[in-house]
């Protein structure tokens, strides 16, 4: 069984689960199809968010298991230019304030087609990856980082810890939100790092979630929605004190986290990450109300993006999708846009391009399609990378063309 549904909280183990939204019963957001014969069998799952009553940790109950989701994964960190330079900058600034050299060991979970640790690997340092897809650890290790093919767990890290000895960074970027058992996971990461070593995790933000309206980045890999509050709980757990948290404008808004290994001296978190999570309760994200109102928002949202679809639709206007993301998936099944309002949908993911969406059945062209058969307007549900997009595609603009940027309010451009 690929699927199942879990009882209690993934932070505190509380069974006071309250489910207060629901986008459906949804495919997968990564499982497109190869073609359409695969259509009718397609498996959904309910995609429910629900809040624990204790400790307010935001999350899915329903679990895909990690072989079925991420072993033959076609999420490629290298084909986004913004990602590219937001990878370059991380390795320059985590070089010199962790004072990384030649002797320095650097390893990353879920390290994917290995485009960061490269970042850091041209700077002499020592890398290792830790990547469960195939596909994708194969590439890595073809650009010449080494990469264990192997989901992350704390036994995996022991056996890493004493074969390559301590790291002074471990870094763990948009993972820990996709994984049954955090606590677990973050342990494992304390059982790598060098005494005065570091974790560093990014995760999506909550408070951007719940502020921008970005319900279509809930999907069955994210099983986590985290608040500095509920972060705090996980480390602390975990035997980590957090030392500082960045908001950073990946994946519609994130938060960076860096963690040391607690110590008699050092046993608390930092007095700032103390004021943030103050500052969360102040917004009630400690209550049922703010999700109850996002709830309630995300029910209008779907309204005003249908009717403007039709609208369009109705005046014989030919609309496509700018990208095929994770989230773009949620959006067009929570919304039932298919293929009878978009006519296609583009992506720069060759491992995409030939497919079709999961759910709705939208065919996935190479971005030249846009030249081919111009759409009037174009969707643009990879729109945390709209300006990059928008400057990318200046002649269809030129020719007319305009974008629909879908959240948190439809807007035309
Ligand atoms: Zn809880």
């Known amino acids: 069984m690929s699927h199942y549904k879990r009882s209690t909280c993934r932070a505190c183990r509380g069974a006071r689960l309250e489910a207060f939204l629901s986008l459906g019963q949804q495919p997968l957001a990564n499982s497109f199809l190869s073609t359409p014969s695969e259509f009718a069998g397609e498996k959904r799952y309910p995609l429910d968010v629900y809040r624990c009553e204790s400790c307010s940790l935001i999350q899915l109950l329903d679990v895909i298991t990690q072989d079925e989701l991420f072993r033959d994964y076609i999420y490629v960190t290298g084909t986004s230019e913004t990602i590219a330079r937001h990878n370059e900058q991380y390795a320059k600034t985590v070089t ?6 030649q002797g320095s060991l650097v390893i990353e979970v879920a390290s994917n087609d290995g485009s960061l640790l490269q970042c850091f690997a041209k700077r002499g340092v020592k890398t290792l ?4 897809a195939r596909n994708i650890a194969r590439t890595a290790r073809e650009r ?4 264990v093919e192997e989901f992350f767990n704390y036994d995996l890290a022991r056996e890493i810890r004493s074969e390559k000895g301590p790291a002074r960074v471990v870094i763990a970027n948009n993972v820990l939100a996709h994984v049954d058992e955090p606590i677990d996971f973050l342990t494992g990461c304390a059982e790598l790092i060098e005494e005065s070593g570091r974790v560093i995790t990014e995760v999506p933000y909550l408070g951007d979630l719940l502020d921008a309206l970005e319900y279509d980045t809930i999907y069955h890999e994210h099983l986590c929605y985290f608040s500095v509050m509920s972060l705090m709980e996980l480390y602390e757990r975990a035997g980590l004190m957090i030392v500082r948290i960045q908001r950073v404008p990946v994946h519609g808004g994130s938060l960076r986290i860096l963690a040391r290994l607690r110590t008699k001296e050092m046993s608390g978190h930092a007095p700032e990450v103390v ?15 703010p999700y109850r109102d996002f709830a309630v928002a995300v029910a209008q949202h779907r309204e005003k993006l249908v009717a403007l679809l039709e609208e369009l639709v109705g005046q014989g206007k030919a609309l496509s999708g700018y990208g095929a993301p994770a989230k773009g998936n949620t959006l067009l099944n929570y919304c039932g846009i298919d293929r009878e309002l978009l006519k296609y949908v583009v992506d720069r993911n060759p491992l995409k391009i030939g497919r079709y969406t999961p759910g709705t059945h939208v065919p996935v062209k190479p971005v030249s399609e846009l030249e081919n058969d111009p759409p009037d307007y174009l ?3 990879a729109w945390n990378f709209a300006d990059e997009i928008m400057q990318q595609q200046i002649e269809y603009a030129r020719r007319g063309g305009r974008f629909i940027i879908p959240v948190p309010e439809p807007r035309v451009i």
């Open 144 to 147: 010449g980082i080494p990469t």
């Open 129 to 132: 990856g830790i990547e469960p």
């Open 275 to 289: 004021e943030l999570a103050d500052e969360e309760r102040r917004r009630n994200y400690d209550k049922p109300d």
């Open 96 to 101: 010199s304030e962790m004072q990384l050299g």
């Open 379 to 381: 969707l643009v549900l």
